[in-house]
């Protein structure tokens, strides 16, 4: 499944996509982790993203 992100995305936690998730970015890989979270590949980066922050393609 792939998502585009919506909304800039900044995270302190490692596990978390960064800054580095910018409106319109692609994420590819996406799993359902739970209700609240996606796990994904960024810039060859496999980190969680909030649900709410993309749009499924």
Do not use: H
Request: proline share 4%; with cysteine.
């Amino acid at each position: 499944m792939r998502a585009r992100a919506l909304y800039d995305f900044n995270s302190d936690c490692e596990e978390e996509l960064s800054i580095q998730v910018p409106v319109g970015d692609i994420l590819t890989n996406v799993e359902s982790i739970d209700e609240e979270w996606f796990l994904a590949d960024l810039r060859g980066r496999r980190a969680l993203v909030p649900k709410n922050y993309v749009q499924v393609l």
